[in-house]
């Protein structure tokens, strides 16, 4: 089961929901199939963490880039977290 609830607007476009009741274990360290631009909708305390680097708070209006498999993570805050995640498809 995911951490989270996505909204689907388009292909590339989707909103993300994680619930401020999910365990903190359930979000692990992982890697995206694609390049993602990550706009933080709302969020209070959550933090994003790189691979190699320290944790940073997420604050809305915030935009992420993310690139294809890098390692990377969210760790948990207050509340409920709500991204909007576009997916960057192939440039060729």
Do not use: A
Request: hydrophobic share 35%; proline share 2%.
């Amino acid at each position: 089961m995911k951490p989270y609830r996505d909204k689907i607007i388009s292909d590339s476009i989707r909103i993300r929901s994680f619930s401020s009741n999910i365990s903190e274990g359930s979000l692990v360290w992982h890697r995206d199939r694609q390049d993602r631009i990550v706009e933080v909708i709302h969020g209070n305390g959550w933090m994003f963490q790189r691979d190699d680097s320290i944790p940073v708070l997420l604050s809305s209006g915030d935009t992420l880039e993310i690139s294809c498999n890098e390692w990377h993570r969210i760790i948990k805050g207050n509340g409920n977290l709500i991204l909007k995640i576009l997916e960057v498809k192939d440039k060729k």
